[in-house]
Nanobody, 112 residues
Framework: QVQFVESGGGLVQPGGSLRLSCTAS????????MGWYRQAPGKQRELVAR???????NYADSVKGRFTISRDNAKNTVYLEMNNLKSEDTGIYYC??????WGQGTQVTVSS
């Protein structure tokens, strides 16, 4: 079954930017909808962005206008561009599709 490896997280100051990558172990062309999720400390995992096909995207209200999801099927990779980061964006970020296996995620910490 396809597995994902997330990368690109780190420590960033409020207002900063990060670009997360999620690389799959298999071709993702047949996975129509991919999502980025995050789990903040003490909270449940939530969906923050979703891409259907190549161009149809949806975002949680909390990240709309600041985050951009994209995918490159040729590289089996899904990206999350995050701008104007806020402290409440802190958490572990994962990519996945419905019914998929969760990876290790990548830690994002927004702090001054």
């Amino acid at each position: 079954q396809v597995q994902f490896v997330e990368s690109g997280g780190g420590l960033v100051q409020p207002g900063g930017s990060l670009r997360l990558s999620c690389t799959a172990s298999q071709n993702i062309r047949s996975i129509y909808t991919m999502g980025w999720y995050r789990q903040a400390p003490g909270k449940q995992r939530e969906l923050v962005a979703r891409i259907t096909g190549v161009t149809t995207t949806n975002y949680a209200d909390s990240v709309k206008g600041r985050f951009t999801i994209s995918r490159d099927n040729a590289k089996n990779t899904v990206y999350l561009e995050m701008n104007n980061l806020k402290s409440e964006d802190t958490g572990i970020y994962y990519c996945n599709f419905a019914g998929g296996i969760w990876g290790q995620g990548t830690q994002v910490t927004v702090s001054s």
